[in-house]
């Protein structure tokens, strides 16, 4: 059951999102969930927050995809937590399935999607299809208001949504991230950039 309570609507969400004054950034926060989980999290963090502290000199608003703090299950949630807490004037959102809906108590603002179908879509996009799942809401509709998408790794939807993200001009950051379980049958999102021929709308996060 969709935690109502924590579900701001697609129409409020979106408009607290845009809202700000122009000197905001916004980023999509994508990487590697519960299945591979991140086995290097302090040099992510460090690197993840030396880049927002190097870009970001107002306020900062970021969405990701909702994945739940597990205290010992290590992925881009604790890096999402660790934001919250170190750095002023940032909100946080979360685009979540509705079997998948419970909001952690640091997001500022949520939406709960998948109320109106059983069927089960996280995210993901290809050219015949378009965006699906949470990729439809954060980069589908809100993509336009974009500074850019940061990835902690990620495996094939994360490597669906940073393809979808260069398709549409959106720039990339990439963050070195180390699984703590391969998955040799995922093309990641780390494959995928490896052989962009748009390297030239990835940003440099190098000193």
């Not at 109502?4 to 999509?28: H, N, P, T, V």
């Not at 994360?158 to 549409?168: I, K, L, N």
């Amino acid at each position: 059951m969709a935690d109502d309570k924590r579900d701001d609507g697609f129409a409020s969400f979106s408009e607290a999102f845009s809202r700000s004054e122009a000197s905001f950034k916004r980023f999509l926060l994508v990487g590697f969930s519960f299945g591979q989980r991140i086995s290097n999290i302090d040099e992510c963090n460090a690197s993840l927050e030396a880049f927002l502290r190097k870009h970001v000199k107002e306020g900062l608003k970021v969405v990701y995809g909702g994945d739940k703090y597990v205290d010992d299950i290590v992925c881009i949630s604790h890096a999402v937590k660790r934001l919250k807490i170190i750095l002023e004037r940032m909100e946080l959102y979360s685009v979540q399935h509705k079997n998948y809906s419970n909001v952690d108590s640091f997001v500022d603002h949520s939406f709960i999607y998948g109320k109106d179908t059983e069927e089960v879509v996280f995210g993901g996009w290809n050219e015949i299809s378009g965006p699906k799942g949470a990729t439809a809401y954060y980069l589908g509709k809100l993509g336009y208001l974009l500074s850019g998408v940061i990835c902690l790794g990620g495996g094939e939807i994360a490597r669906q949504e940073v393809e979808y993200a260069v398709a549409r001009n959106i720039p990339v950051v990439w963050i070195p991230t180390t699984p703590q379980y391969e998955r040799n049958e995922v093309v990641t999102v780390e494959n995928f950039l490896s052989q962009c021929e748009q390297k030239s709308r990835l940003i440099d996060i190098s000193p």
